[in-house]
């Protein structure tokens, strides 16, 4: 089993930056490919980035890609999603996420954070 918690969310100006951590717990961690999803205002929650289990690979959805990154540190257990050239439409509620499955979807995940808020504003 795998517990998540985000954290370094807050309120931050368009144009700038944050870094957002998921230390992750269990011996089991390294095992899952890691995920980052969002939760607009008044939208449905919506993928970000992914990092398979080894660090060797991610991916990104198009609305992020050239600004965010999304890293892991196996020894530390750690996952970083870094956000740069934040946009107002980048407020949201943003997940970290586990699943053992390759490509997997949104509801084949199996452990989540219990999300933190990001405000960008203009």
């Known amino acids: 089993q795998v517990q998540l918690v985000e954290s370094g969310g807050g309120l931050v100006q368009a144009g700038g930056s944050l870094r957002l951590a998921c230390p992750g717990s269990?011996?089991?961690?390294?095992?899952?490919?890691m995920a980052w999803f969002r939760q607009p205002p008044g939208k449905g929650r919506e993928f970000v980035a992914e990092i398979v289990f080894s660090g060797g690979s991610t991916d990104s959805a198009d609305a992020v890609k050239g600004r965010f990154t999304i890293s892991r540190d196996n020894v530390k257990n750690m996952v970083w999603l870094q956000m740069n050239i934040l946009k107002a439409k980048d407020t949201a509620v943003y997940y970290c996420a586990a699943s053992w499955l390759d490509n997997a979807a949104t509801d084949e995940y199996d452990y989540w954070g219990q999300g933190i808020r990001v405000t960008g504003y203009s």
């Open positions: 269990g011996r089991a961690f390294t095992h899952y490919n």
